[in-house]
Nanobody
Framework: QVQVTESGGGSVQAGGSLTLSCVAS????????MAWFRQTPEKEREFVAS????????YYRDSVKGRFAISRDNAKNTVYLQMNNLKEEDTAVYFC??????????WGQGTQVTVSS
């Protein structure tokens, strides 16, 4: 199992950028697929982006394609979410999930992203 901690959230104007970081402390980070989700009070938690343990298979939700980029650094046990051209509708609490195919998922506590016009 790993402990997941997100950071990098904050307030930004529309069109701005933020980079979220997620550290998964523990062993075997390179065997975990990592993903970002987000949630607002009005919506259920929704998928944003994921990166397979191989670092090559990547998925995005349609609304962030071309604006967000997920990456991982296995040497640092860290996954990143680079968010560019942010929109008000990107405002949410962003959660990181570390998913091991046998051990199951571990979630972080979330980091708030607020985009204002």
């Amino acid at each position: 199992q790993v402990q997941v901690t997100e950071s990098g959230g904050g307030s930004v104007q529309a069109g701005g950028s933020l980079t979220l970081s997620c550290v998964a402390s523990g062993r075997l980070f390179n065997m975990y697929s990592m993903a970002w989700f987000r949630q607002t009070p009005e919506k259920e938690r929704e998928f944003v982006a994921s990166i397979h343990s191989n670092g090559e298979t990547i998925y995005y939700r349609d609304s962030v394609k071309g604006r967000f980029a997920i990456s991982r650094d296995n040497a640092k046990n860290t996954v990143y979410l680079q968010m560019n051209n942010l929109k008000e509708e990107d405002t949410a609490v962003y959660f990181c999930k570390a998913d091991h195919r046998i051990l199951g998922p571990n979630w972080g506590q979330g980091t708030q992203v607020t985009v204002s016009s």
